[in-house]
T-cell receptor, first 116, second 109 residues
Framework: GAGVSQTPSNKVTEKGKYVELRCDPISGHTALYWYRQSLGQGPEFLIYFQGTGAADDSGLPNDRFFAVRPEGSVSTLKIQRTERGDSAVYLC??????????????FGPGTRLTVL | GQSLEQPSEVTAVEGAIVQINCTYQTSGFYGLSWYQQHDGGAPTFLSYNGLDGLEETGRFSSFLSRSDSYGYLLLQELQMKDSASYFCAPRTTAGKSTFGDGTTLTVKP
């Protein structure tokens, strides 16, 4: 596609439920990043994929959060036993190579997650 | 450790020039990116500095001094549409970018 797409655009769930957020990166981009952004704050790094593998998952807040990218393209962020504090906009970005390069991260429109 | 500082808010008038400073402490520092984000929108890339000095892209320029762990974004000929949040984002050699809380720029007529 022309840009990074994320689905759903909005997700409302109840505390304790499981959610999956999907990211379709720009075709051919090997690097994929997940961030979350709360109101009035900057994007907070969660995890970074280089191809199919997680190159850096140091930003995942706890073991309720998990992300996969099985074929090196689409990625899914999975949140178990959601809590109200998980409410935020979840942003996905992709870049051509990642790593120690000058390439640009292109962001998707985000998924707004609301946990009631 | 890691730290990142930018002013939280800046106000300027149309046609003016504004400079948004950024100081950082980043292990494995590789370069400094700048992003713009309008309310309700996604961050969009503005500029990147891998080497010391000034990079110019139209009305926007960005500067980096590695020895001072300092950079700035310079916006010239401000327009109302430039009202947005601006983030500096240090990048590490491993490819990770860190964003601070950003600077909210308000451009007034």
């Amino acid at each position: 596609g022309a840009g990074v797409s994320q689905t759903p655009s909005n997700k409302v769930t109840e505390k304790g439920k499981y959610v999956e957020l999907r990211c379709d990166p720009i075709s051919g981009h090997t690097a994929l990043y997940w961030y979350r952004q709360s109101l009035g704050q900057g994007p907070e790094f969660l995890i970074y994929f280089q191809g199919t593998g997680a190159a850096d998952d140091s930003g995942l807040p706890n073991d309720r959060f998990f992300a996969v990218r099985p074929e090196g393209s689409v990625s899914t962020l999975k949140i178990q036993r959601t809590e109200r504090g998980d409410s935020a906009v979840y942003l996905c970005a992709s870049s051509l190579q990642g790593g120690a390069t000058t390439d640009t991260q292109y962001f998707g429109p985000g998924t707004r997650l609301t946990v009631l | 450790g890691q730290s990142l500082e930018q002013p939280s808010e800046v106000t300027a008038v149309e046609g003016a020039i504004v400079q948004i400073n950024c100081t950082y402490q980043t292990s494995g520092f590789y370069g400094l990116s700048w992003y713009q984000q309008h309310d309700g929108g996604a961050p969009t890339f503005l500029s990147y500095n891998g080497l010391d000095g000034l990079e110019e892209t139209g009305r926007f320029s960005s500067f980096l001094s590695r020895s001072d762990s300092y950079g700035y974004l310079l916006l010239q000929e401000l327009q109302m549409k430039d009202s947005a949040s601006y983030f500096c984002a240090p990048r590490t050699t491993a490819g990770k970018s860190t964003f601070g809380d950003g600077t909210t720029l308000t451009v007034k007529p």
